[in-house]
């Protein structure tokens, strides 16, 4: 089975830093995508930031675009979120989220899968920004 193991989560001031890591724990071979979606108190679930195989592909909702970065380090199979400059409306549950499936480029941007196609979730990590 897969296991998705988050980590780096916890309270900031604005405009701080927070590096978050989601390492990918059994058989999970092959090309996938990783996401980092987040949930504020009621608020629905929103991507944040997409990367998908050894990480040439990547997206970054516009809302963090220029102050979040996503990497990922595939010798340790972990993908990493980098957020800096960070703001109140930051605030929320962040979940990583693993599928099989492939983006689509059209349009002139990368489209990655929707919520529903991601097969497994991590336990999500709190972050607050105050």
Not at 8 to 28: D, E, I, N, T, Y
Not at 85 to 102: F, H, N, Q, V, W
Request: aromatic share 12%; hydrophobic share 30%.
């Amino acid at each position: 089975d897969v296991q998705l193991v988050e980590s780096g989560g916890g309270s900031a001031q604005a405009g701080g830093s927070l590096r978050l890591s989601c390492a990918v724990r059994g058989s999970m071979f092959g090309t996938y995508c990783m996401v980092w979606f987040r949930q504020a108190p009621g608020s629905e679930r929103e991507n944040v930031a997409a990367i998908y195989g050894r990480g040439g592909t990547t997206d970054l909702a516009s809302s963090v675009r220029g102050r979040f970065t996503i990497s990922k380090d595939n010798a340790k199979n972990t993908i990493h979120l980098q957020m800096n400059s960070l703001k109140p409306e930051d605030t929320g549950m962040y979940y990583c989220a693993i599928t099989r499936s492939a983006p689509a480029f059209y349009g002139g941007s990368w489209h990655f899968p929707e919520q529903r196609e991601y097969n497994y979730w991590g336990q999500g990590t709190q972050v607050t920004v105050s």
